[in-house]
C-alpha cells in the first residue's frame, strides 16, 4: 500500500524560507511522476510543483517560479520541496501525491494522481 508522510510546516514570515519533506513507501516503480500541491479552505487545490522521474523534468506553477524548487532524494525515496521568498499567498495546506502513470505533460492536475499524503500545514504570516 502506498503511503505518503508530509513534514516541515510551519510558521514563518513573509520573506522566509521553509523545506518540506515527503516520505514515500509502499511501490516501487521506475516511471511515475510525483508532486506538491496546496490547498486553502473555499478553493481547489492547485499544483505548485511536480517531477516526472522518465526524464527528470520539473514543473512550477507560475505563482511559484523562481522561488520554490522541487528535488528528490531517490535512494531513500524523500520528496522535497525548497521554498524561498515566501508570500501570505502561500499559505495553505501542503501535500504530495504520486500518479503511477504519467501521461499528463506538465504533471501538475491534481485529479490525475493516485496516492495522496495527509498535507502539512503552510503559514506565512507577520
Known amino acids: 500500500q502506498v503511503q505518503l508522510v508530509e513534514s516541515g510546516g510551519d510558521l514563518v514570515q513573509p520573506g522566509g524560507s521553509l523545506r518540506l519533506s515527503c516520505a514515500a513507501s509502499?511501490?516501487?516503480?521506475?516511471?511515475?511522476?510525483i508532486g506538491w500541491f496546496r490547498q486553502v479552505p473555499g478553493k481547489e487545490r492547485e499544483g505548485v510543483s511536480c517531477?516526472?522521474?522518465?526524464?527528470?523534468?520539473?514543473y512550477y506553477a507560475d505563482s511559484v517560479k523562481g522561488r520554490f524548487t522541487i528535488s528528490r532524494d531517490s535512494a531513500n525515496n524523500i520528496l522535497y520541496l525548497q521554498m524561498t521568498s515566501l508570500k501570505p499567498e502561500d499559505t495553505g495546506v501542503y501535500y504530495c501525491?504520486?500518479?503511477?502513470?504519467?501521461?499528463?505533460?506538465?504533471?501538475?492536475?491534481?485529479?490525475?494522481?493516485?496516492?495522496w499524503g495527509q498535507g502539512t500545514q503552510v503559514t506565512v504570516s507577520s
Open positions: 509502499g511501490f516501487i516503480l521506475d516511471y511515475y511522476a
Open positions: 501525491a504520486v500518479d503511477i502513470l504519467p501521461l499528463q505533460l506538465t504533471c501538475l492536475r491534481p485529479s490525475a494522481y493516485d496516492d
Open positions: 517531477l516526472k522521474t522518465v526524464d527528470g523534468a520539473t
